[in-house]
């Protein structure tokens, strides 16, 4: 059995790795030193906010694999919250004994933690529909929040940074995990998060079964060819009505953002998203965007 382990766990920290990239140690130590307190005096996580005319809904910002409500959206939140939105954030998906690098729980059990959150978003915003930025599982696990309890009924818009939405191969290597024996068993047991995200698992086989989307939910998927994470790239997007789906670099031809970049500092993918959070007052998003 020690032999085993000892040849199991490289891979699996090889795959937290992989499929977590959307927070480092530096992330974590900046995220240990924003209390709760200073994203309300920012407007960011402030349950007084009330929803104005021109940005009726509340929008809710889902962290990617190993990210949290701060860290991964230490860019993008204030961006929107600049621009006049009631901005929210959750944590999900956390281990015992793992603080800060959440989302390795089972996929479903962190919908349901997002269902729970979002009710208490529109209960205290006073709206009957929000809106979901998701980056990388947010984006996917979103889905299944919308498709098996009761999102799609609560949600106006969907924004997928990045999204896993028919899982990853990782560039082969989870095709690997045959050869380490007890590898998918221990990937299972101890972070099923990362388990779910990977192509074919069970959650993904039923979230698209039937379909990608869900009428009255508006979608769209940014995505960038430069993606080390979801590969190929191409699997993060969705196919059914009311679907947008866009790669960066057909934005803005010189963006090198990877995986991480496009949700955490990437002010073309930003602009992007707000454009698909009010389409109505869309403008062309370019290099320039910020």
């Not at 069970?202 to 009428?215: H, Q, S």
Request: hydrophobic share 40%.
């Amino acid at each position: 059995m020690k032999l085993r382990w000892s040849r199991t766990l490289p891979l699996l920290s090889a795959l937290a790795l992989a499929l977590g990239v959307t927070a480092t140690p530096a992330a974590a130590e900046e995220a240990s030193r924003h209390s709760s307190s200073s994203a309300v005096s920012s407007g960011w996580n402030n349950y007084s906010c009330k929803p104005s005319a021109a940005h009726p809904r509340p929008v809710i910002l889902v962290h990617g694999t190993l990210g949290n409500s701060i860290d991964n959206w230490l860019g993008l939140a204030p961006y929107l919250v600049a621009r006049g939105y009631c901005v929210f954030s959750l944590d999900y998906g956390q281990l015992p004994g793992v603080p800060f690098f959440h989302g390795l729980g089972a996929v479903d059990a962190s919908a349901r933690q997002l269902a729970a959150y979002v009710d208490r978003v529109l209960a205290a915003t006073g709206t009957r529909k929000a809106d979901l930025v998701g980056h990388s599982q947010g984006g996917m696990m979103s889905r299944v929040y919308l498709k098996f309890h009761g999102g799609a009924d609560k949600v106006n818009t969907l924004v997928g940074l990045a999204p896993d939405n028919h899982g990853t191969d990782l560039n082969g290597l989870t095709r690997l995990l045959d050869h380490f024996p007890g590898a998918e068993k221990y990937l299972h047991e101890l972070t099923p998060g990362l388990a779910d995200q990977i192509a074919g698992s069970d959650i993904l086989n039923r979230l698209n079964e039937g379909g990608d989307t869900l009428p009255g939910v508006h979608y769209t998927v940014i995505a960038t060819k430069y993606d080390e994470v979801v590969t190929p790239y191409r699997s993060a997007f969705l196919d059914g009505p009311d679907v947008r789906n866009v790669v960066l670099q057909d934005l803005c031809a010189i963006d090198l953002s990877e995986h991480v970049a496009i949700g955490l500092i990437d002010r073309v993918a930003f602009h992007e998203t707000a454009n698909a959070l009010d389409p109505a007052h869309a403008t062309a998003t370019t290099c320039l965007s910020g």
